[in-house]
């Protein structure tokens, strides 16, 4: 079972990022983008290069309405830690190198390259949306930013919509929708930035891989 199908199985998170879209739909250039709409995006992106570090509060609504909720530990480059609250079982810890989900209950654990993750584009040492993402949608007005993305390369499928407070200049929402037009949404509180977690919280146990001889 590849990755995106795994984590749809048995991640929230994770699997909010991994949904694949439609195939028909295209990138926006950055010359059809108006002024005001380029100004987003370029918010966002020194929003996110304008700390090393991020913790906070999470709510996670699925598209079947299960509400799970949590906190997570961002520590760039590469290093990210979402507890889900029980009754939700899962852990989701990324050490730079690697992604790896477990199962509290059932002792089971996966992982991933990070690199074959839609992780790696939040947790780059250094962030331009313009260039590193295809834009697909951008939104402004009412006081938040909403600005789709998808991974420029094709290398990862899915869709994240990005919703920015420009009020409080900070990240409120992920949002993704499926091909179905499913929607999971992710709701962030209590930001702090300029907080570095203990690096404990980053180290993962990377099982090794069998030998095919």
Do not use: H
């Not at 020194?46 to 700390?51: I, L, P, R, V």
């Not at 009754?87 to 990070?114: A, H, M």
């Not at 590193?132 to 938040?144: L, N, P, Q």
């Amino acid at each position: 079972m590849n990755f995106a199908n795994r984590i749809c199985r048995n991640l929230c998170f994770v699997a909010a990022m991994v949904l694949v879209v439609t195939a028909a739909t295209r990138p926006l250039l950055a010359s059809s983008l108006s002024a005001e709409e380029i100004s987003a995006v370029d918010e966002l992106s020194s929003y996110f290069n304008g700390f090393k570090s991020l913790q906070g509060e999470f709510t996670q609504v699925s598209p079947q309405g299960r509400v799970s909720t949590g906190v997570f530990f961002l520590s760039k480059p590469g290093r990210l830690r979402f507890e889900y609250a029980p009754p939700n079982p899962f852990l989701v810890v990324s050490d730079g190198s690697w992604v790896v989900i477990e199962n509290r209950k059932q002792k089971t654990t996966d992982q991933y390259p990070l690199a074959a993750t839609p992780l790696k584009l939040l947790l780059s040492e250094e962030i331009n949306l313009m260039k590193e993402a295809d834009i697909k949608s951008v939104e402004t007005g009412e006081g938040v930013s909403t600005i789709a993305v998808e991974d420029r390369n094709r290398a990862i499928p899915g869709r994240l919509v990005l919703v920015f407070d420009t009020n409080r200049k900070e990240l409120a929402q992920w949002i993704v929708e499926d091909a179905k037009g499913k929607r999971t949404t992710i709701s962030l509180a209590n930001l702090e930035t300029g907080v570095e977690p203990d690096p404990k919280l980053f180290v993962v146990k990377i099982a090794k891989r069998k030998s095919n001889r």
